[in-house]
């Protein structure tokens, strides 16, 4: 484990908990999009089919199970809760996002490093994981107004996918035999999803004023 | 890579 991949981890981690704080404490989940959501609990579902079959260490069992129980309590919340789901704006949150997933299943099944179940679900989850976040930028560009937390909140998982290209480079350069395409194309793509917001949200804090995204 | 290195991220 290098800092990089550790402060991905962590910057991870963190805008769950921001989500989970304003959604636990503030009990409104405006401005966030539930499709995004369901793609995210999805992605870790296939992702972590390993979960009890393959141990790396304790470190990546316990983060696995908080981004698993994470996820699904978000959703459950957004969509069940008697009070948080009466903040979700359904009428900005209109993507189709189930059809994202044909695209991903497809080019999982051709484009995977092993023909097996197991790894073309991993495959699948980690192309899902590259366009998860689109149904919520669409979202962000239709409400215009975004508040802290929910600017936080992108602003950390955008901040995540840029640490992990860091420590793909840094294992690049370290561990031998260290090449994984689909991931990097994958990764890169995600990353670059949030360049446009990234882009607003540094130019909102240097000059102190509300994050605004333009028309 | 092994598969157990290529899954060793989250």
Redesign the interface.
């Known amino acids: 484990m290098n800092i990089f991949?550790l402060a991905g981890?962590m910057t991870?981690l963190a805008s769950v908990l921001v989500l989970l704080l304003k959604i636990h404490t503030i009990k409104s989940c405006a401005g966030i999009s539930l499709k995004t959501q369901e793609l995210f609990a999805i992605v870790f579902l296939t992702r972590y089919l390993?979960l009890f079959t393959?141990f790396?260490s304790i470190y990546?069992t316990i983060?696995?199970l908080i981004?698993l129980g994470s996820s699904f309590s978000i959703v459950w919340y957004i969509r069940r809760h008697r009070v948080v789901r009466r903040s979700y704006d359904k009428d900005q949150d209109t993507f189709r996002h189930f059809f994202l997933m044909w695209p991903c299943l497809i080019l999982a099944i051709f484009i995977n490093?092993?023909f097996t179940l197991k790894?073309v679900m991993?495959t699948f989850s980690i192309y899902l994981e590259a366009i998860a976040i689109l149904p919520q930028l669409v979202m962000l560009q239709r409400t215009r107004n975004i508040d802290n937390l929910t600017g936080q909140y992108i602003f950390l998982l955008g901040a995540y996918r840029a640490f992990?290209i860091l420590?793909w480079i840094y294992r690049y350069f370290t561990?031998e035999?260290?090449?994984?395409w689909i991931?990097w194309v994958a990764g890169v793509i995600q990353t670059l999803l949030y360049g446009d917001f990234f882009y607003y949200y540094f130019q909102s804090w240097k000059n102190n004023v509300k994050l605004e995204l333009p028309a | 890579?092994t598969?157990?290195?290529?899954?060793?991220?989250?």
């Open positions: 991949r981890d991870h390993d393959n790396i990546n983060m696995k981004f490093e092993k790894e991993w992990y420590n561990e035999h260290y090449v994984h991931t | 890579g598969e157990a290195e290529a899954h060793d991220e989250l």
